[in-house]
């Protein structure tokens, strides 16, 4: 049975020889040739801290910090770069954890589960079945009527777009 992720299809959409390589031969970037910085490791990095805050109660920032130090242990030739990365990280969490508590908005939700792959099987044209996986950031319930709601994460390079949001 076939079985995608949202970002496997986009990237199939956005380039199928990429989508192939990746996907379907599975081969990838030796990874002392990988890069070490970037907007999407960044944002995983920064899911990595706050699933520690809000599903283990370790400290966001800390959790962070940690992460890029094993990261620069890995690729002390990438230090300054990811020294600088991590600056910017550690000031995104930290600044929005000091707004969720001004704002308060964890004060009506329990945490439930944190980074939860969810699949869900759909019937292609053709009639073959396929399922689509995907994770889950958090999983919340609100204590004022019940309800389980879904937080996803958001991280960006710049703020230019955030209109878009």
């Not at 869900?120 to 319930?141: F, Y």
């Amino acid at each position: 049975m076939l079985k995608v992720s949202p970002s496997e299809l986009a990237k199939f959409r956005r380039c199928r020889r990429q989508w192939a390589l990746t996907y379907y031969h599975r081969w990838g970037v030796a990874p002392e040739f990988a890069s070490a910085t970037g907007v999407a490791l960044m944002g995983t990095r920064i899911h990595t801290a706050l699933e520690a805050h809000y599903g283990y109660g370790i400290n966001a920032v800390d959790a962070l910090n940690k992460v890029y130090e094993l990261e620069m242990d890995k690729r002390p030739d990438r230090e300054d770069d990811l020294a600088g990365e991590r600056d910017t990280a550690v000031i995104m969490v930290g600044g929005y954890l000091q707004w969720a508590a001004e704002n308060r908005i964890d004060e009506d939700y329990e945490v439930v589960a944190t980074e939860r792959t969810l699949e869900v099987p759909i019937l292609l044209t053709n009639g073959e079945m396929a399922i689509v996986s995907g994770k889950l950031d958090q999983i919340v319930r609100r204590r004022s009527d019940g309800a389980i709601l879904v937080r996803d994460w958001k991280t960006v390079g710049t703020l230019h777009k955030a209109d878009m949001i």
